[in-house]
């Protein structure tokens, strides 16, 4: 497998994230979003969304992180993201879709760079845009996880919830969104990042990132 991507992208760092939980080996080619490389013919004619990442496994070029994540855990079924018990899935899955359609979509870089110019505005306000939308959904997906007593991770172990919720909070933090009336978000947070999966798929640790 051979995974195209960016190495700050969230959804990018879903799957490597995913990747790494489930065990497999892959690749990376990087995509740099910055100079718009995601727009190149070569790139587009394998994957019109124009976005990362995409994933190249059994023969075919895959996009949109979250049908990816489905298909990882029904192509490869060992250490699956989602759990057996139909209820356990519905919340995994309920938790992982606010984030994913309710954040991604105002907060991603063609919107943030289209707030910016044409339409003119500043990084301030673009910030402010920013932690708005933050704090619309993880307010409540901190409410949830309170109600439903949420340890280190949502269920028993990290699965398809903490591969989309660790990128989100690793973008709220790079634009000092306050966090501190969300204890369970960051007690997630916190042991995460301590699992060696999560290390290897952190940003500071892909080879496209400059630093």
């Given amino acids: 497998m051979t995974l195209y991507g960016y190495y700050r992208s969230s959804t990018s760092y879903r799957l490597r994230i995913a990747l790494e939980l489930k065990g497999l080996e892959y690749d990376q080619d990087p995509v740099n979003l ?7 013919d070569a790139y587009t004619s394998r994957n019109p969304f124009a976005s990362v990442p995409m994933l190249r496994a059994k023969g075919r070029d895959r996009a949109q992180s979250m049908a990816l994540l489905e298909w990882l855990d029904e192509a490869y079924p060992d250490n699956p993201l ?16 606010a984030i994913a359609t309710e954040l991604h979509a105002p907060l991603n870089l063609p919107v943030l760079k289209y707030l910016k110019e044409p339409l003119g505005h500043s990084q301030r306000v673009v910030d402010h845009w920013y ?20 340890g280190d991770s949502l269920l028993d172990k990290p699965g398809m919830f903490e591969t989309v919720l660790i990128p989100q909070i690793y973008n709220a933090r790079r634009f000092h969104y306050d966090l501190s009336e969300s204890p369970h978000i960051c007690r997630i947070e916190t042991a995460c990042l301590a699992l060696p999966a999560f290390q290897r798929a952190h940003p500071n640790n892909q080879p496209d990132n400059p630093a």
């Fill in 82 to 97: 989602l759990p057996a018990d139909i209820e356990d899935r519905y919340t995994a899955r309920e938790l992982t879709y």
């Fill in 131 to 150: 932690r708005h939308w933050l704090k619309r959904t993880l307010d409540p997906v901190e409410q949830r996880l309170a109600q439903l007593g949420a």
């Fill in 34 to 40: 910055l100079e718009s490389a995601q727009r190149d």
